[in-house]
């Protein structure tokens, strides 16, 4: 890759590698240069721009950066669409991540250019949630390092999968002594019903009885004759030794008992059997409470049906002091850290929550007397195209802004999983569908997709693609499509400017919220015509059936 000072001659294609700014000139880092945009530095009096241009052997920042993350991608994870090099993996099920932590470690040692950061192996992730983030650090990458990369993903399977939760029919045992209060069996009871059901699981059987081996060997063959597994069992007395009262019984039920100990506190002392194929465990006093401890880490593999060895439980030391200790930083403010979940502050950690705006509800003016958005395009009333598009896509939900011949608008999309919101006062211009539309986001909606009904070649990728680049923690909060350095539709803006869209007035939808917030703006080259082709006209419908024929 060719880095450094490049004469305007040679710098279309180029990739800004810092932001230009002079005159009405604002280019942004990371923008590939077209011949407009190399003609208008040229007259701002610009001789050279500092950037990159790309070799033979060389594969471009985001190409990489999607080829190494699909490798890598396994069963029950999503890949995002790729954005400044940077390309990242969701979980699309809440479940348990399982990742080769060795490969990630020799991913990151083929070359400096590329690098994979993902959670923990085995941590607990619900839907959406971020797994893994690919970044390819420069503009571009050799390609032999990219193929090595992709060779360590693909060895032997993928590099990262997600293990969904499953729902199990759990037994309990809980052993009593003399003087055992059964309160303290009811709370015990109670915290692990919660705990089971945030993984979708249940307690299918309880038994309390003595706390000596013959009643706990009694206890857990019958929750096995119930179909219970796994078999969980709370001593009153903690297990000081494998061949302590919780493991004599496990293994006079005709189990095993495979380790006991582990390197997690608190947690030391759970114990790790099975009965035929039925996983039993001998539960540390700590899995009383709710908080986490290292019960946590074996009950998540369990409940996603991953097996846990003993060399499993004995490899965990590495993180495992979970314990509080005074000389630990303490955990923010609750109210602090509520504030930041509601201020964007924390950075995309999920899959943002995009709903698409279309709107719908136009009176087709220039169209004569037919509704435009109801005219057939390849068969189909023009606004089934949007609609489809806009779920096909990876935003959701899809809402649709209905005022002039609502009824009709409604009959034409038929059974589609859609949110219908009238707006009776279309007829004073778009703002007021844009305020009717905002009013019924979602309440944890991150942004919104404003998407035209009468754009009908818009495509599922387009819109994907702009999700991929918003990040408003970076600077990127309203993002716009772009095509040979002009702007168009649909566009993304952040939930920050929600009470702003809701002011504005006429029929110029948000266009000076783009203008008043220049810095925030991200544009995507998406090199498609597709963003400018709204269908306003009956020339337009027609020269449209024509392309399409």
Known sequence: MEFGN?????????????????????????????????????????????????????????????????????????????????????????????????????????????????????????????????????????????????????????????????????????????????????????????RLSTLGSEVAGEIRCGHDAASVATAITDLLARGCAPILVYGASAIVDRRDVIPAGIVAAGGVVDHFGMPVDPGNLLLMGHAGSVPVVGLPGCARSPKLNGFDWVLWRLMADVPVTRTDIMTLGAGGLLKEIPSRPQLRDPEAAAADSESESEGPQRMPRIPVLVLAAGQSRRMGARNKLLEPVNGVPMIVHAIETALASEAGPVIVVTGHQADAIRTALGDRSVIFTHNPDYAAGMSTSLRAGLRVLPPDADGVLVQLGDMPTIRPEHLNRLIAAFNPVEGRAIILPTANGKRGNPALFARRFFREMAQVTGDMGARQIVTEHADQVCEVALDDAAIFLDVDTPEALAALAARKA
Do not use: W
Not at 14 to 35: D, E, P, W, Y
Not at 112 to 118: F, R, S, V, Y
Not at 143 to 172: M, Y
């Open 6 to 194: 490049i004469p305007l001659d040679r710098a279309q294609g180029a990739v800004l590698a810092h932001s230009v700014r002079q005159g009405k000139i604002a280019f942004k880092k990371g923008r590939v240069l077209s011949a407009e945009d190399v003609a208008a530095l040229r007259a701002a009096g610009i001789a050279a721009v500092i950037g990159s241009r790309l070799e033979a052997d060389d594969v471009a920042e985001d190409d990489a950066a999607r080829q190494v993350a699909e490798a890598a991608r396994g069963p029950g994870a999503r890949r995002a669409e790729p954005f400044t090099g940077r390309c990242n993996l969701y979980a699309d099920a809440n479940g348990v991540v399982i990742i080769d932590r060795d490969r990630v470690d020799r991913l990151n040692l083929v070359d400096e250019a590329i690098t994979i950061a993902t959670l923990p192996p085995f941590d607990l992730v619900e839907k959406g949630q971020m797994v893994a983030t690919v970044k390819i650090i420069p503009f571009a990458t050799p390609r032999t390092a990219l193929e090595r990369a992709k060779a360590i993903a693909q060895e032997g399977g993928p590099l990262l999968r997600i293990a969904p939760l499953k729902a199990h029919p759990v037994g309990l045992v809980m052993t009593t002594l003399p003087g055992t209060k059964p309160n303290v069996l009811d709370k015990t009871v109670a915290v692990l019903r919660n």
